[in-house]
């Protein structure tokens, strides 16, 4: 079949969207989203975009899956009374992108001159937490988990410098199975920064982005997770801990890197783990190490490709954005002048090259029916205003990944909701074409997001949670 010619698809869009514009202009939703397929608008009810105040969260389907809620909802077990605002959660995404863009190995020639050179990614305060057991008997915490960092860590005793949290602080010296890993051990290799105590003991010490901390003992103990027991899991012992870390207990490493949770434990799982993260703060999702959370048949997958440069992160090819049902057709030009695109749990809000953000933004806007604008928040630049309205309809969005992958996301991954009168286009462009394009999790809600390094794909199934 002979591909049509520009002109004549360029007047069949002008006619589709013109179509679409006197549907919309009767401001009859209901009318608009009972002939739409499915793929071009999203319709919810109002009443779904009030922030949630109840936990709503159902049992755990399979023991086998950790529970994964919403670090700022009403299911964590961790205080809220500090929460950030919506502008500062954005500022602190921010912070995140900008040092995983400037991560050393990252950087190209000149750049690396000119940019003060962080010495890691920043944590950002959008997360996910799970709950994980350690030592003998079990001791249970609130972590936040990350696929962009590699070791796993808690705060511990003694403490030197602890910030406060949640649960009691670990004691190692209550655990049966707990044990020093000595500076000769070739697991002490797996540190990117590493000393040595003067009872030649394995030191650890991890600086993020945003300045906060951790250092302590390199040691080993028994992990439960999902109801499985992993003996002499590796782990950081964090005696001088500070920073930004919002009162979880520490933080799950999921990247790729050999100290990794993922890569530990890769006899018995397999490489493979995926989650699913709840669309509402009220509800829950899942983290399933070994498997692939739902149903086999409706995942699609991407290639898993690898950058040596950043050896942690988990790399895919982007190579559209469909809007309204119909592709946007962003030239290959626009994605392969980025230094790739990675999917990310600690990210929250996508980013595009600013070209691909552009297009979207235009052909978003265009299709949007006529709701009034509200100002921007923080990084979101086009954000609508919901206020008096019972159901609300936005044009579908779906990332295209290479190899056939459709993500079709929900409402919630494509907007985010401030409150009523102020909900934003959940993406934004970078300033510099060469920078990391991103998969946040925002966009990856409701997803079982599957990531297999055995197979090197990244897959994504539908309703996952
Ligand atoms: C919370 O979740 C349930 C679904 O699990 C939903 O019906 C309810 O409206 C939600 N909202 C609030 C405000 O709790
Ligand atoms: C681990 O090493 C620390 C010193 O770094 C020491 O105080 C502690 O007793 C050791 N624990 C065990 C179980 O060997
Ligand atoms: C961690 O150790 C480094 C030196 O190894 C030190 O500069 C830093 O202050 C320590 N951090 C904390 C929170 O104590
Ligand atoms: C909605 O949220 C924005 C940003 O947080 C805030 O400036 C605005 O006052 C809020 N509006 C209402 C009605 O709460």
Known sequence: MAPPSATSSSSFSLVLSLLSLSLLTLENLSLVAARAVAEEYRVVSADSLIPATVCSAQKAASPSKLIVVHRRGPCSPLSRKSDPSHADLLRHDQARVDSINRLPAAVAGSLAT??????????????????????????????????????????????QSCYSQQDPIFDPAQSTTYANISCSSSFCNELDDRSCSSSSTCQYSVRYGDQSQTNGSFVQDTLTVAGDEIAGFRYG?????????????GLLGLGR??????????????????????????????????????????????????????PTFYFVKLVDIAVGGQRLGIPPA????SQGAIVDSGTVITRL???????????FQQLMP????????????????????????VPAVALVFDGGLTANLDFKGIIYVANVSQACL??????????????????????NVVYDLASLRIGFGPNGC
């Open 426 to 447: 959940a993406f934004a462009g970078n300033d510099d074409p060469a920078d990391l394009l991103i998969v946040g999790n925002v966009q990856q809600r409701t997803f």
């Open 370 to 393: 006529s709701y009034p604008r509200a100002p921007a928040l923080s990084i979101l630049d086009t954000c609508y205003d919901f206020t008096g309205r019972q159901t609300v309809s």
């Open 353 to 363: 090259p600013p070209a691909a953000y552009d297009q979207l933004r235009r052909k």
């Open 114 to 159: 000119t940019l003060p050179v962080t010495p890691g990614i920043a944590l950002g305060v959008g997360n996910y937490i799970v709950s994980i057991g350690l030592g003998t008997p079990r001791k249970d915490f609130s972590v936040v988990f990350d696929t962009g960092s590699d070791l796993t860590w808690i705060q511990c005793n003694p403490c």
């Open 237 to 249: 012992c964090g005696h001088q801990n500070s920073g930004l870390f919002g009162r979880a207990d």
């Open 334 to 337: 626009v994605f392969s002048a």
């Open 257 to 310: 890197e050999p100290v990794s949770l993922v890569v530990q434990t890769g006899q018995k799982y397999g490489m493979v783990f995926s989650y699913c993260l709840p669309p509402r703060s009220n509800g829950t999702g899942y983290l399933t190490l070994g498997g692939s959370g739902g149903a086999a048949r409706e995942i699609q997958y991407t290639p898993l490709l690898t950058n040596p440069k950043l």
